[in-house]
């Protein structure tokens, strides 16, 4: 094989008919392949896995499924499982990151996500929501702020060894 660059900065690439279909010869797609299968399987399972966990948790802690906070919440809950920056800059990160996976704006994310916690809380199952939330409510809203509901799911999954 070899490789030229042109006075126009374009690149050449010469490579015997042998090089050329050794490539598509079963044993060096397999061997090549395989480990990037694997590979993208296994990442492909966590997300899903991840996904369907959070979901779980929401709907078990009662956000209805119909809200588009329900989506945002799920995103930004396994966001900040993979990386827990997100929940120390909400509103320069996470939001912004969840508002370009759904085409809209960090004011909008936020907006969305507060409604279904305010939801959650005016119609929620009471017993577990003082279990999974315990000392994060405030006294004179009755319900938890943002950064509290995902920083509690997050860290509940963490532990759980997501």
């Known amino acids: 094989m070899k490789l030229e660059m042109n006075e126009n900065e374009d690149f050449t690439i010469s490579i015997s008919k042998e090089e050329f ?11 090549e392949s395989s480990s990037t299968q694997a590979e993208s399987k296994d990442e492909t399972k966590d997300i899903t896995d991840i996904r369907a966990e959070v979901t779980n948790i929401l709907s078990r802690i009662g956000v209805p499924r119909s809200l588009k906070g329900f989506l945002f919440l799920r995103e930004a809950i396994m966001l900040s499982v993979s990386d827990r920056s997100y929940v120390e800059h909400i509103t320069k ?28 809380f005016s119609r929620g199952n009471a017993e577990i929501l003082d279990d999974t939330f ?9 319900k938890v702020t943002n950064s509290e509901f995902i920083a509690t799911i997050a860290d509940d999954l963490n532990l759980k060894g997501w």
């Not at 279909?21 to 061997?31: L, R, T, V």
């Not at 990160?93 to 959650?120: D, M």
């Open 134 to 142: 315990r000392y994060s409510v405030n006294p004179a809203s009755g």
């Open 21 to 31: 279909f050794k490539c598509f010869e079963p044993d060096a797609i397999s061997s």
């Open 93 to 120: 990160e996470l939001y912004p990151a969840v508002a370009k996976k759904f085409q809209t704006t960090p004011p909008k994310t936020e907006r969305s996500i507060r409604h279904a916690i305010e939801v959650v």
